[in-house]
């Protein structure tokens, strides 16, 4: 429960506050919140069972690393965002868009929470990078991709689980990748 809020800083990512609450212990404690408006990832199934990853520079994590597209909400639906979010970072587009669950990526500090699709039956569409974005794509098997994050080559978060949801939503229908199987 929150007795008191102070806000610190607001910039295009981050909304910074400082909350005085009282724990349900009784306990009271000044937190630094970061509020954020959501986002959505999308792990990007092709029929032959690639899946499409992304190599992103982030500079917080000191490099590139292998990531699924993902996007923050703009005020849309959160599938909305992650057809966007696929098209601008892969240049492809999806006729079939399953919402397999959703993450809090670090409820310690921030309310981020991040929806979690799977694409299908994709095409080409434009890929349209940001000015601040810098992104190669790759196509990989399913299962190689689940190695890679169990190797430790796959260190982002909701990649990881967005991977694994994935891998567990093909494997659930008992069918292959293809559109024609729609077994749920």
């Not at 601040?132 to 399913?142: A, G, N, P």
Request: glycine share 8%; aromatic share 6%; charged share 20%.
């Amino acid at each position: 429960m929150s007795d008191s809020k102070a806000h610190i800083y607001l910039g295009r990512i981050v909304d910074l506050w400082l909350e005085e609450v009282t724990l349900p212990n009784g306990n009271q404690v000044t937190l630094e919140i970061i509020r954020h408006p959501g986002a959505a990832a999308v792990v990007p199934l092709h029929q032959d069972g690639e899946v499409t990853l992304i190599r992103q520079y982030r500079h917080a994590a000191g490099g590139f690393i292998w990531e699924v597209p993902a996007g923050k909400l703009n005020g849309e639906d959160p599938a909305v965002c992650a057809l966007r979010e696929l098209q601008e970072e892969t240049g492809l587009a999806a006729a079939r868009l399953t919402h397999l669950g959703w993450i809090y990526t670090t409820p310690g500090f921030t309310n981020e929470k991040i929806h979690l699709y799977l694409a299908e039956e994709l095409s080409e569409a434009p890929q349209q990078l940001e000015h601040d974005e810098v992104i190669t794509c790759q196509r990989v098997k399913l299962e190689d991709a689940i190695a890679m994050v169990v190797r430790g080559e796959i260190v982002d978060a909701k990649s990881a689980v967005a991977l694994f949801l994935a891998a567990d939503h093909v494997r659930q229908r008992g069918c292959s990748v293809s559109p024609q199987c729609t077994r749920a």
